[in-house]
């Protein structure tokens, strides 16, 4: 359901977030989030654009998170870099419908749940789960 853009951002903010006040390097990010390092690059930027994550360049340059960890919902990730367009009007343009038909009322119904659903979850939940997986680690992170 979702872009692989958003899936990359919000593996690269959980790894941003687990250290707090850390600088990664984009190659660090990069192995750590299974990103292709060329598509992290667009990602990153976003991300920046977005006042999500910092970016600092030079010697011991990288990116770190802008805001704490339980500031910034999933929503925030998807919609920096790949945002949810909610059905508005008649995708097909027909001037008859001057009222969303049924089928995208109910697509846009579940756009709408989907965005309340991510508008309610943390990063920093996220990475205080209780769950026996950490996000982005095999066995050998723990």
Same mark, same amino acid.
């Given at each position: 359901?979702?872009?692989?853009?958003?899936?990359?951002?919000?593996?690269?903010?959980? +790894?941003?977030?687990?250290?707090?006040?850390?600088?990664?390097?984009?190659?660090? $990010?990069?192995? =750590?989030?299974?990103?292709?390092?060329?598509?992290? %690059?667009?990602?990153? @930027?976003?991300?920046?654009?977005?006042?999500?994550?910092?970016?600092?360049?030079?010697?011991?340059?990288?990116?770190?998170?802008?805001?704490?960890?339980?500031? #910034?919902?999933?929503?925030?990730?998807?919609?920096?870099?790949?945002?949810?367009?909610?059905?508005? %009007? +008649?995708? $097909?343009?027909?001037?008859? %419908?001057?009222? $969303?038909?049924?089928? %995208?009322?109910?697509?846009?119904?579940?756009?709408?749940?989907?965005?309340?659903?991510?508008?309610?979850?943390? #990063?920093? @939940?996220?990475?205080?789960?209780?769950?026996?997986?950490?996000?982005? +680690?095999?066995?050998? +992170? =723990?």
């Amino acid at each position: 359901m979702l872009p692989k853009t958003a899936e990359y951002a919000l593996r690269t903010v959980a +790894c941003l977030a687990k250290e707090l006040d850390q600088v990664e390097p984009a190659d660090n $990010l990069a192995e =750590q989030t299974k990103v292709p390092r060329r598509y992290l %690059h667009k990602v990153l @930027q976003d991300l920046v654009n977005a006042g999500l994550v910092r970016s600092r360049s030079g010697p011991g340059g990288g990116y770190s998170l802008a805001l704490a960890s339980d500031k #910034i919902t999933i929503l925030d990730v998807v919609n920096a870099v790949a945002p949810l367009e909610r059905i508005r %009007h +008649c995708p $097909l343009g027909l001037p008859s %419908h001057t009222s $969303l038909c049924p089928l %995208h009322k109910e697509l846009d119904r579940a756009y709408a749940a989907t965005e309340e659903a991510f508008s309610r979850v943390t #990063i920093g @939940q996220l990475l205080r789960s209780t769950s026996e997986f950490v996000p982005l +680690c095999d066995v050998s +992170c =723990q």
